[in-house]
């Protein structure tokens, strides 16, 4: 059976895109893929590891010839890329990214790709790890993941169902949100909780004791921190462009926070455990993709 597409366009041969050429090749999606990235060292990496099977020079040299198109780019770097390539964008070629944060993205592509932005498919795939560059890339990232596709009203629907299968051969369970609810949903289960881990092991730090602690922490404290050893400029430009989510997310963690210690600061035991055991019973009947409350 003939593969979906003849030819990738890669732009950012990172963990993600490189990850995601990896898997399109595994599922028999995809002929050919040409990769871009600013580091001539990471294209020459990803062509030597099979994840791509030719260098471009440029950003725009990658999507020509390209019947589907990935930008695996910081958010902050997705109006910059669309210029350098809108020339070539094409109504019956599929445009994607995976950006962890989407009104960003949305609002750079309406105003660069103007009336071609139907062609664009925005994406985020709920994977990754803690480890970035391509030497990291895996073609079982996505598998029984969960990606978030949010078109906007002028993107061409036969697009995002084209998107969807390529999602779901991969093997993620595929959804559909608008960009406004996918940022207020992840800043509450993604983008604070990478905040949180940031300024925990912040305060654990600056504290003189600090190498003591940390060489009696154990698998809670390794389990609780995993999230704080992330990409730093990759974290900056989500945090940023999704601060206003996110501020209001940290209001009710702290709301939530000082009941606990006022709980605590009286020292009232039954109300602790009470608080405690109501989390504990929401904890554990979550599964990822799901929260049954618990009756």
């Not at 791509?52 to 589907?68: K, P």
């Not at 930008?71 to 109504?91: F, K």
């Not at 989510?245 to 939530?256: C, D, H, I, W």
Request: proline share 4%.
């Amino acid at each position: 059976m003939a593969a979906m597409f003849k030819q990738l366009g890669l732009i950012g041969c990172g963990l993600m895109g490189g990850s995601f050429a990896l898997a399109l090749k595994q599922a028999g999606l995809v002929e050919r893929v040409i990769g871009y990235s600013k580091s001539p060292s990471t294209t020459e990496k990803a062509k030597q590891m099979g994840v791509i099977d030719q260098v471009a020079e440029s950003a725009l040299l990658a999507v020509s010839g390209a019947d589907i198109v990935l930008l695996a780019v910081p958010v902050a770097a997705t109006d910059s890329t669309l210029r350098a390539i809108r020339h070539l964008v094409a109504p019956n070629v599929l445009f994607m990214d995976v950006g962890s944060t989407k009104r960003d993205v949305v609002d750079a592509a309406r105003r660069v790709l103007k009336d071609k932005v139907g062609a664009f498919v925005p994406a985020h795939p709920i994977a990754g790890k803690e480890l970035s560059g391509v030497q990291h890339a895996d073609a079982l990232l996505f598998k029984d993941r969960l990606t978030i596709l949010t078109p906007i009203t002028q993107t061409d629907p036969e697009l995002v169902e084209k998107a969807r299968l390529v999602w779901v051969a991969m093997g993620s369970d595929v959804r559909v949100m608008t960009p406004e609810a996918h940022d207020a949903a992840f800043a509450a289960v993604s983008h604070l909780p990478h905040l949180l881990a940031f300024a925990y092991f912040t305060g654990i730090l600056q504290q003189k004791e600090s190498e003591q602690f940390l060489a009696l922490a154990g698998p809670g404290f390794r389990d609780f921190t995993r999230i704080a050893a992330s990409d730093p400029a990759i974290w900056r430009d989500i945090l940023i462009a999704n601060r206003e989510e996110v501020l209001k997310q940290s209001e009710r963690f702290r709301g939530a926070l000082q009941v606990l210690e006022q709980v605590l600061a009286d020292c009232k035991g039954e109300s602790l455990e009470a608080l405690v055991r109501g989390v504990s019973q929401a904890r554990s009947h979550w599964r990822m993709g799901a929260l049954t409350r618990h009756q």
